[in-house]
């Protein structure tokens, strides 16, 4: 079975520049994340989907991140326009159950680097 | 509010020998949940192991166990027979049940580096 894939693995852009990350979750999942992960910390929440309605976006910075989910299945996450703090690594997850231990299975990220 | 402290920045620990990773946690909900997951260099974080709050009994995964301790609010991983492939980022996370049903929202730890030697 074919885990979270994340596209690009790395990126490069200079401030003011725009960026979207793409993240196509497990097959069947109908909730998908996004965290971001700054150098040495834990990953923090950005957004969570269930199927295509984004229900916890209260850690999401609207005024330059933007997140779609079209038809509940694969994800984009756009930042417009970048500033040198949003240098992270940005992960995406999908589970498939909404109780019990709802493991959520993460995909290997994507790097930017912001100059 | 709900949080999660991991106290060792990093651990060394010989292969065979067992290692154990401290986590606190600390939360107002009486239904929560407690994972582990390991990320190693490549970047993808791995599950290991999950704790509920009513689970009588301690969690077990092949060489991965959590000692739960819920009156101290404290969820150890213990890995034992550490093997080199070990070596990774180990995070500690929680997420509560939150009104209305399960939030499904981890709250992750700063993390522990371990580094087993041969």
């Known amino acids: 079975e074919a885990g979270v894939v994340q596209s690009p693995r790395y990126k490069i852009i200079e401030k003011k520049q725009p960026v979207a990350f793409w993240c196509n979750p497990i097959s069947g999942h109908n909730t998908l994340y996004w965290y971001r992960q700054n150098l040495g910390q834990g990953p923090e929440l950005l957004i969570r989907y269930e199927n295509e309605e984004a229900v916890d976006d209260s850690q999401l910075p609207k005024d330059r991140f933007s997140a779609e989910r079209l038809k509940g299945v694969d994800s984009t996450l756009k930042i417009q326009p970048a500033e040198l703090g949003d240098s992270a690594v940005y992960l995406c997850?999908?589970?498939?159950?909404?109780?019990?231990?709802?493991?959520?299975?993460f995909g290997p990220g994507t790097r930017l680097t912001v100059l | 509010a709900q949080k999660i402290t991991q106290t060792q920045p990093g651990m060394f620990v010989q292969e065979k020998e067992a290692v154990t990773l401290d986590c606190t946690y600390d939360?107002?909900?009486?239904?929560?949940?407690l994972f582990w997951y390991k990320q190693p260099s490549s970047g993808e974080m791995i599950f290991l192991i999950y704790?509920?709050?009513?689970?009588?009994q301690n969690a077990t995964e092949g060489r991965y166990s959590l000692n739960f301790q819920k009156a101290r609010k404290s969820a150890n991983l213990v890995i034992s027979a550490s093997q080199l492939g070990d070596s990774a980022m180990y995070f500690c996370a929680m997420r509560e049940a939150g009104y209305g049903g399960a939030t499904n929202k981890l709250i992750f730890g700063t993390g522990t580096l371990l580094a087993v030697q041969p």
């Open positions: 704790q509920g709050s009513y689970d009588q």
């Open positions: 939360t107002s909900d009486p239904s929560y949940g």
């Open positions: 997850a999908s589970s498939l159950d909404r109780t019990g231990k709802n493991e959520q299975f």
